[in-house]
């Protein structure tokens, strides 16, 4: 994997965008370091020998995409519940925070696209994939204040994994 300067380049910058996500002291700067996350892993999925790798890093991409779709969509409503004096739930746009970064780490309930996706990775990307590409998420999940779902999440991963 290493054997290729482009492919140290975009290690780097994922490396970069996972830090920028970590250290962002506000929700839109998090989802812009997961942007750069996104956008950095893709090329290092997409092998032009295997059809497989191309398929799974589209999947991956549409996934992600709509995943930061909604998120921003949250980011947004949390700012504008800020600004027009608490007329939008709070809780519920935790709930869809915690919602789409669940979808973003593919955690149960939201993990139906994660072993298609891993079908058609080789095993140091699968290797990125199940840890870097998690650390991100998991951690703006740690800063949410929902315990409840969270422990539902759990279940679920734990339920689905034994099955």
Known sequence: MLNNSS?????????????????????LGAWMGLEINLLSFIPLMSDSNNLKST??????????????????????????KNNMNNEINESFTSLILLSTLLLKSGAAPFHFWFPNLMEGLTWINALLL???QKIAPLML?????????????VILSVVVGAL
Do not use: D, H, P
């Not at 492919?7 to 929700?27: D, Q, R």
């Not at 800063?143 to 999440?153: G, Q, T, V």
């Open 7 to 27: 492919k140290i380049l975009f290690l780097m910058v994922m490396i970069t965008g996972t830090m920028i996500t970590v250290t962002s002291n506000s929700w």
């Open 55 to 80: 398929e799974s890093s589209l999947k991956y991409f549409l996934t992600q995409a709509l995943a930061s779709t909604v998120l921003l969509f949250a980011v947004i409503l949390m700012m504008l």
């Open 130 to 132: 199940m840890t870097w």
């Open 141 to 153: 999940i740690s800063y949410l204040n929902l315990n409840n779902f969270l422990l539902i999440s």
